[in-house]
Structure formats: structure tokens, C-alpha cells
């Protein structure tokens, strides 16, 4: 049985680059700290990164929930992401966008009024 999103991990081809730069995004630096593997805890959740894994924008999306798409789309941009999908809304206020990030890989985030921080198990 599926018990929700524990994890997405990012393929980081230079590990030391994407620590920093997830870093700077998150503004936390990661719990989980190694050559192999760097874990950061987001929300109750976690972003990993992965340095002998392959970039890429298709495949699973994964949504990072934001409180403002607008200028959480803005301050991934500013720092260097390069715009995939714009903000936009789709229905009930539920705004979704993505870049990818500079080292290959697609970004999601999601801005949802209706989602309840307290169903996460």
C-alpha cells in the first residue's frame, strides 16, 4: 500500500554544485550529508540528490508545494533555473509550474489552497 510522497531524488552529476545551489533554493542545508547520497528534510518530506544518476526533464514530475507560485517561479529563475512552464492556474486556485534546474533536471512546484498539512502521515 502507497502511504504518500516520502522522497524525490535528483540525479546530480556534480554533487558539490547541486548541494549548494538546493541549498540556496530550500534555505536549509542538507541533514544527510555524503559522497554518495545528499537528503534534505523539506516539509516532512525529502529532496535527494544523487551524483551517478542521468539528468532529465521527462519522467515522474513530482510538485513541491509553494505558498506563492508566482514568486517562488521568479526566485527559481533568478537563480539560475531556466523557465519550463509558467505559472498558471489550474482550477480551484491550484497554481502549478516547473524549470529545470541548472543541472538538467525538471522542477515542479505547486501552489494548493486546498492542500491540509495535518493529512501527511
Known amino acids: 500500500m502507497i502511504l504518500g510522497l516520502r522522497t524525490v531524488i535528483y540525479p546530480a552529476p556534480d554533487l558539490s554544485k547541486a548541494k549548494q545551489w538546493y541549498s540556496e533554493v530550500l534555505g536549509v542545508q542538507p541533514y544527510f550529508d555524503q559522497p ?4 534534505f528534510a523539506v516539509g516532512g518530506f525529502e529532496l535527494g540528490l544523487l551524483p551517478d544518476a542521468k539528468p532529465g526533464i521527462t ?3 513530482p510538485l ?3 505558498a506563492d507560485a ?3 517561479y521568479a526566485r527559481l529563475l533568478s537563480l539560475g533555473a531556466i523557465g519550463l512552464e509558467p505559472v498558471k492556474d489550474v482550477g480551484e486556485n491550484i497554481k502549478v509550474a516547473a524549470v529545470q534546474d541548472p543541472f538538467g533536471n525538471r522542477l515542479g512546484i505547486i501552489e494548493n489552497p486546498h492542500f491540509d498539512p495535518a493529512e501527511v502521515r
Open 36 to 39: 554518495f547520497y545528499v537528503g
Open 59 to 61: 519522467g515522474p514530475q
Open 64 to 66: 513541491w508545494g509553494v
Open 70 to 72: 508566482e514568486q517562488a
